[in-house]
């Protein structure tokens, strides 16, 4: 199972909004709405952030949400600030009953 | 409030095997699938499995298969991930996370212990 496809490294400055994309297939993203985001600060564990495609769990600032489209999910974070900047992960369950990340995007505030 | 507790730092040889330990808290621990996440330094994350603590029923990622064993003890409510025949390149820092919801596997992780960093090098 390969990992989901996800940019490198996006950028934005405060108060502007950025989207992650999440590229997989038809046997994972497209197939299931089980698609998750987690934020990955430097040295800290990782935050769940979007579940279930565009469920935020209690306590997420709602500047965070989910979409899909096909294949593909998307992060988006509205009124960026300093604080956003991290690693993000995407992740979703597959048809072979596993769980698949993708390679992670690292967010930088300018 | 859920808390995880992980085990700490580990220094292995090649060849050796390691045993990471889960202690939760703060809710019952046989309602929800535990998952074990690892992290090469520098690198993405890494979906190793889960086991259910209730029945002890596990599913292993197929790279992890013959390798990882995940056992819990209901009494102590602690999970355990156990990694054999260990390689330079399973150097990480090993995650368990709890899934999201009740007496189902969502593949949702929403509590995370700390890590647990295990060092392979002869």
């Known amino acids: 199972q390969s990992a989901l496809t996800q940019p490198a490294s996006v950028s934005g400055s405060p108060g502007q909004s950025i989207t992650i994309s999440c590229t997989g297939t038809?046997?994972?993203?497209?197939?299931?709405?089980?698609v998750s985001w987690y934020q990955q600060h430097p040295g800290k564990a990782p935050k769940l952030m979007i579940y279930?495609?565009?469920n935020r769990p209690s306590g997420v600032s709602n500047r965070f949400s989910g979409s899909k489209s096909g294949n593909t999910a998307s992060l988006t974070i509205s009124g960026l600030q300093a604080e956003d900047e991290a690693d993000y992960y995407c992740?979703?369950?597959?048809?072979?009953?596993?769980?698949?990340f993708g390679g992670g995007t690292k967010l930088t505030v300018l | 409030q859920v808390q995880l507790v992980q085990s700490g730092a580990e220094v292995k040889k090649p060849g050796a095997s390691v045993k990471v330990s889960c202690k939760a808290s703060?809710?019952?621990?046989?309602?929800?699938?535990m998952h074990w996440v690892r992290q090469a330094p520098g690198q993405g994350l890494e979906w190793m499995g889960w086991?259910?603590?209730?029945?002890?029923?596990?599913n292993y990622a197929q790279k992890f298969q013959g390798r990882v064993t995940m056992t819990r003890d209901t009494s102590i409510s602690t999970a355990y991930m156990e990694l054999s025949r260990l390689r330079s390149d399973d150097t990480a820092v090993y995650y368990c996370?709890?899934?999201?919801?009740?007496?189902?596997?969502?593949?949702?992780?929403?509590?995370w212990g700390q890590g647990t960093l295990v060092t392979v090098s002869s």
């Open positions: 996370a709890r899934d999201l919801r009740y007496y189902y596997d969502s593949s949702a992780f929403d509590y």
């Open positions: 703060g809710y019952t621990f046989t309602g929800y699938y």
């Open positions: 086991i259910n603590p209730n029945s002890g029923g596990t």
């Open positions: 038809s046997s994972d993203v497209g197939g299931y709405n089980y």
């Open positions: 279930d495609v565009s």
């Open positions: 992740s979703s369950y597959t048809s072979s009953s596993i769980v698949v």
